[in-house]
């Protein structure tokens, strides 16, 4: 699954873990599912993308792994984390990739209202972000009418986690099961995300929409 793991990403991954931004387990397991990630993007042949935004990059995965394997694309991480930002950054620069990768370090619900970014990725990647109806809302105010969320999805049936009457509020169609060695939720913008979405800071999680 995914393509072998360079030296300095899995280096930088290392070091993510010892900082605790990681779980405990091994880093290659974690490195090749976030590889899977662009797996799936070349199975379900979304094209070239322009931005991508990873929600929640927290200890660097997927995006720091997508970094190599999308050379040409516009990555941006994002964390509400100071301290996570901070070691983005640093391995960032450290990776050699600053010229196709920035981080910010901002809470989704602001960064949704942004007018330089709102509604203009193809891609929004997630690892471990949050609930779903929590990243459906933050996603949404990030995508353009026919991007996508890719999502990393646990055993069990899509429909029970991503209802296609809460997805269709904030412009999105219905979730389908990619499997590339890991399973992923794949769900397209489908309109422009209504004004009022996301939420200010919290509500989302406060009062979830499904």
């Known amino acids: 699954m995914g393509a072998p793991l360079d030296e300095g990403v899995e280096s930088v991954l290392t070091r993510s873990r ?3 931004f990681l ?3 091994d880093i290659g ?3 090749s599912h976030a590889s899977a990630f662009a797996d799936a993007v070349a199975e379900a042949a979304l094209g070239p993308l ?3 935004v990873d929600l929640g990059s927290g200890g660097g995965l997927p995006g720091l792994v997508l ?3 999308w050379p040409t694309t516009q990555l941006l991480l994002v964390d509400g984390s100071v301290r996570r930002c901070a070691f983005l950054a640093e391995a960032v620069e450290e990776l050699g990739v600053a010229d196709h990768v920035t981080v910010r370090c901002e809470r989704a619900e602001d960064l949704g ?3 330089e970014l709102r509604g203009s990725a193809d891609l929004v990647v997630a690892r471990s972000f949050g609930a779903p109806p929590v990243l459906a809302e933050c996603a949404a105010g990030l995508l353009a009418p026919g991007g996508h ?3 990393s999805e646990p055993p069990g ?3 029970d986690r991503w209802p296609a009457s809460g997805l269709a509020e904030l412009g999105m169609g219905p979730a389908r099961l990619l499997v590339t060695g890991a399973r992923f939720a794949l769900i397209e913008q489908c309109s422009p995300c209504p004004e009022r979405f996301p939420r200010r800071v919290g509500v989302p999680a406060k009062r979830p929409l499904f």
Do not use: I, K, N
């Open 18 to 20: 010892e900082l605790g």
């Open 23 to 25: 779980g405990p387990g």
């Open 29 to 31: 397991p974690q490195a």
């Open 50 to 52: 322009g931005l991508v």
């Open 67 to 69: 970094a190599g394997r």
């Open 113 to 115: 209202h942004d007018p």
């Open 149 to 151: 969320l890719l999502v």
């Open 157 to 159: 049936g899509l429909e």
